[in-house]
């Protein structure tokens, strides 16, 4: 607890839950790191594609392309976000006005997402530290995991002091990518590495689309505002949009100066240093400029993943209102954060780093096309919503609404067309995986309610008075400790009809606990149960039952169990648990429409 407390910081009361919302400031720093930082490989993306037929030339119409699409998704979000100011983001457009099925997909879909941020974002900023410090590659996996493990501590010490931490490095890299691209323009181009006839004279329209497709990588991270309205200080929908905005206005600023200088400094890919290393070294060299750069680079890559422990556990707490997984994600955590989804957040994005190598080209595509279903079923959902209500404006709402879903839809049709046997065929698997759980855990909530409602009828028999006739009561026994002691005097004043039952299993152990018995004079009868089989469960269960068929007017025998708790945690697996593997067996291997006993379990704090 004291190392906890040292490393997360002191509890907040709820009462503080208004302090720790952010102002514009913050959340740019906090909601916008993952999309802006995606400047540093959305380029190199795009010449990825387009370097196989040498047709570079297109990277600055398709970067065009790709900030009318930005903010095209922007316009739409602006109207979510004033719509939707309670989060959720598309599941809770398409949920509302698509309906449950692809409400959940987008849920499951930006789940993936998120965690897709986090590896994809940790294994560029890793790239980026190599690209600077060749040396460093073989550590690439090591670096990803200490950058997952400071996010994860620093967000679960709180929105607010995380947002604080954030701040520092997202302004330094957007003002030294500034710099870089002012500085760019006027620096002179000595020498074109590419000649007139390795440029491509005509290129196949499928090839820019998918350079398009690859491109649009930059675009990740805009629906983080629209799920987490509720992070911002009021008025919130207000402060939210306008940090969507500004957002959007530095992506275009910063993608579109990088691609042109790309373009300006025929900029080719390189397996072992990235596009936007190379601008660099083309207009700084190998001085201090240089080297700040690829360092501002790799914490804005790093921090990039906060964006996703902002949104995840946020679209986790909708999710888990609705019921459709545990409602433990909707806990406020210690510090009011929703700790259970910064923890879970972590844990997966930690098994794709290992499953993918830490591999930023490998992760994008399933990135890329996570995003893009959720971003065309959130303006499909729109559309719907706009035509229902016809407020002002609503019909150029909807077109606008509508372009961008078919823009996107497009641009998630070449993505599956293009990487379909690589990668995105996981997706057939993750995606109705989280669906069928989703519909499994609503489903179970909805029957446990109804089994609990009280307009189910049947209370009487629970209002009924009980019969005043001492309860029969059991308890099983192993061997004689101070637990069990402690088990039998707790039994004996809830009624004098006890027996202490043992299960034999060895017949020397058996012997010995007679003999103790005998020793200590108990006045309570000692039952000496056969196991043929050596199972404890099944000879004391049928001894229960027995019990309840002698005087059932007298209702269930009553189990008390004597446990004891060890001083160390660690130390329970030097214990059988037998007291909880009959509890285990109590509660869940119970006969047909029997209902469950009443199990009372006395434990024994131990010391050491």
Same mark, same amino acid.
């Given at each position: 607890?004291?190392?906890?407390?040292?490393?997360?910081?002191?509890?907040?009361?709820?009462?503080?839950?208004?302090?720790?919302?952010?102002?514009?400031?913050?959340?740019?720093?906090?909601?916008?790191?993952?999309? +802006?930082?995606?400047?540093?490989?959305?380029?190199?993306?795009?010449?990825? =594609?387009?370097?196989?037929?040498?047709?570079?030339?297109?990277?600055?119409?398709?970067?065009?392309?790709?900030?009318? +699409?930005?903010?095209?998704?922007?316009?739409?979000?602006?109207?979510?976000?004033?719509?939707?100011?309670?989060?959720?983001?598309?599941?809770?457009?398409?949920?509302?006005? +698509?309906?449950?099925?692809?409400?959940?997909?987008?849920?499951?879909?930006?789940?993936?997402?998120?965690?897709?941020?986090?590896?994809?974002?940790?294994?560029?900023?890793?790239?980026?530290? &190599?690209?600077?410090? /060749?040396?460093?590659?073989?550590?690439?996996?090591?670096?990803?995991?200490?950058?997952?493990?400071?996010? =994860?501590?620093?967000?679960?010490?709180?929105?607010?002091?995380?947002?604080?931490?954030?701040?520092? /490095? &997202?302004?330094?890299?957007?003002?030294?990518? #500034?710099?870089?691209?002012?500085?760019?323009?006027?620096?002179?181009?000595?020498?074109?590495?590419?000649?007139?006839?390795?440029?491509? *004279?005509?290129?196949?329209?499928?090839?820019?689309?998918?350079?398009?497709?690859?491109?649009?990588?930059?675009?990740?991270?805009?629906?983080?505002?629209?799920?987490?309205?509720?992070?911002?200080?009021?008025? !919130?929908?207000?402060?939210?949009?306008?940090?969507?905005?500004?957002?959007?206005?530095?992506?275009?600023?910063?993608?579109?100066?990088?691609?042109?200088?790309?373009?300006?400094?025929?900029?080719?890919?390189?397996?072992?240093?990235?596009?936007?290393?190379?601008?660099?070294? *083309?207009?700084?060299?190998?001085?201090?400029?240089?080297?700040?750069?690829? %360092?501002?680079?790799?914490?804005?890559?790093?921090?990039?993943?906060?964006?996703?422990?902002?949104?995840?556990?946020?679209?986790?707490?909708?999710?888990?209102?609705?019921?459709?997984?545990?409602?433990? %994600?909707?806990?406020?955590?210690?510090?009011?954060?929703?700790?259970?989804?910064?923890?879970?957040?972590?844990?997966?994005?930690?098994?794709?780093?290992?499953?993918?190598?830490?591999? =930023?080209?490998?992760? +994008?595509?399933?990135?890329?096309?996570?995003?893009?279903?959720?971003?065309?079923?959130?303006?499909?959902?729109?559309?719907?919503?706009?035509?229902?209500?016809?407020?002002?404006?609503?019909?150029?709402?909807?077109?606008?609404?509508?372009?961008?879903?078919?823009?996107?839809?497009?641009?998630?049709?070449?993505?599956?067309?293009?990487?379909?046997?690589?990668?995105?065929?996981?997706?057939?698997?993750?995606?109705?995986?989280?669906?069928?759980?989703?519909?499994?855990?609503?489903?179970?909530?909805?029957?446990?309610?109804?089994?609990?409602? #009280?307009?189910?009828?049947?209370?009487?028999?629970?209002? @009924?008075?009980?019969?005043?006739?001492?309860?029969?009561?059991?308890?099983?026994?192993?061997?004689?400790?101070?637990?069990?002691?402690?088990?039998?005097? %707790?039994?004996?004043?809830?009624?004098?009809?006890?027996?202490?039952?043992?299960?034999?299993?060895? !017949?020397?152990?058996?012997?010995?606990?007679?003999?103790?018995?005998?020793?200590?004079?108990?006045?309570?009868?000692?039952?000496?149960?056969?196991?043929?089989? @050596?199972?404890?469960?099944?000879?004391?269960?049928?001894?229960?039952?027995?019990?309840?068929?002698?005087?059932?007017? @007298?209702?269930?025998?009553?189990?008390?169990?004597?446990?004891?708790? /060890?001083?160390?945690?660690? !130390?329970?697996?030097?214990?059988?648990?037998?007291?909880?593997?009959?509890?285990?067996?109590?509660?869940? @291997?119970?006969?047909?429409?029997?209902?469950?006993?009443?199990?009372?379990?006395?434990?024994?704090?131990?010391?050491?």
């Amino acid at each position: 607890m004291k190392i906890g407390k040292f490393v997360l910081g002191d509890p907040l009361k709820t009462d503080n839950i208004a302090a720790q919302k952010l102002n514009k400031g913050r959340a740019l720093a906090i909601f916008a790191s993952d999309v +802006l930082s995606s400047v540093a490989y959305a380029t190199e993306s795009i010449l990825i =594609t387009l370097t196989v037929v040498y047709a570079t030339e297109w990277s600055l119409p398709i970067a065009g392309a790709i900030i009318m +699409l930005l903010f095209a998704l922007i316009s739409s979000y602006w109207q979510t976000i004033k719509e939707y100011p309670n989060g959720g983001g598309a599941f809770a457009v398409a949920h509302k006005n +698509l309906g449950e099925v692809c409400g959940l997909i987008a849920a499951a879909s930006l789940l993936i997402a998120y965690a897709l941020t986090v590896a994809v974002s940790l294994s560029a900023g890793a790239r980026a530290i &190599t690209s600077a410090c /060749p040396s460093l590659s073989n550590w690439n996996m090591a670096i990803c995991w200490i950058g997952l493990s400071a996010i =994860t501590i620093t967000n679960l010490r709180g929105t607010r002091e995380s947002a604080t931490l954030l701040s520092i /490095p &997202t302004y330094c890299f957007i003002g030294i990518l #500034l710099a870089l691209i002012v500085s760019g323009f006027f620096v002179p181009v000595s020498e074109n590495p590419i000649s007139d006839n390795m440029i491509a *004279q005509t290129v196949a329209p499928l090839l820019l689309m998918r350079a398009f497709a690859s491109g649009c990588s930059a675009l990740t991270g805009i629906e983080a505002i629209a799920s987490g309205v509720t992070a911002f200080q009021n008025p !919130q929908y207000r402060n939210a949009r306008i940090t969507l905005l500004l957002m959007g206005i530095i992506l275009s600023t910063l993608f579109g100066g990088i691609t042109f200088l790309a373009k300006k400094f025929s900029i080719l890919p390189s397996n072992t240093e990235t596009v936007l290393s190379q601008i660099a070294h *083309q207009v700084f060299g190998d001085g201090i400029a240089y080297y700040g750069l690829q %360092f501002m680079t790799a914490c804005i890559l790093f921090l990039a993943a906060n964006t996703s422990f902002a949104g995840f556990p946020r679209l986790a707490s909708v999710l888990a209102q609705e019921k459709y997984i545990p409602t433990s %994600f909707a806990n406020l955590g210690d510090r009011l954060a929703f700790s259970n989804g910064i923890i879970a957040l972590a844990v997966v994005a930690f098994f794709l780093l290992y499953m993918f190598g830490s591999s =930023t080209q490998g992760l +994008l595509p399933i990135y890329a096309l996570c995003v893009f279903i959720s971003f065309t079923l959130s303006q499909a959902g729109m559309v719907c919503h706009l035509i229902r209500e016809k407020k002002e404006y609503w019909v150029l709402k909807a077109i606008i609404s509508a372009a961008g879903a078919i823009a996107t839809a497009v641009t998630m049709l070449i993505i599956v067309e293009w990487q379909f046997f690589k990668t995105i065929w996981i997706l057939l698997i993750l995606i109705p995986s989280l669906f069928y759980a989703f519909r499994t855990i609503n489903h179970r909530y909805k029957a446990t309610n109804t089994e609990l409602d #009280l307009k189910k009828g049947g209370l009487s028999d629970l209002l @009924r008075p009980i019969k005043d006739l001492p309860p029969k009561v059991v308890v099983p026994v192993s061997r004689i400790h101070r637990g069990t002691l402690a088990a039998l005097r %707790f039994a004996k004043s809830l009624s004098n009809d006890v027996a202490a039952v043992v299960v034999k299993t060895d !017949q020397l152990e058996v012997n010995r606990l007679k003999l103790t018995w005998r020793a200590m004079s108990f006045d309570i009868p000692l039952v000496i149960l056969d196991s043929p089989y @050596r199972s404890v469960v099944n000879p004391f269960l049928d001894f229960l039952y027995e019990q309840d068929e002698r005087e059932p007017d @007298r209702g269930k025998a009553i189990v008390v169990m004597p446990s004891f708790v /060890p001083g160390r945690f660690w !130390q329970n697996i030097l214990h059988n648990q037998t007291a909880r593997i009959f509890k285990t067996a109590l509660l869940y @291997r119970r006969r047909k429409s029997e209902q469950t006993r009443i199990i009372v379990e006395i434990p024994y704090q131990m010391k050491m």
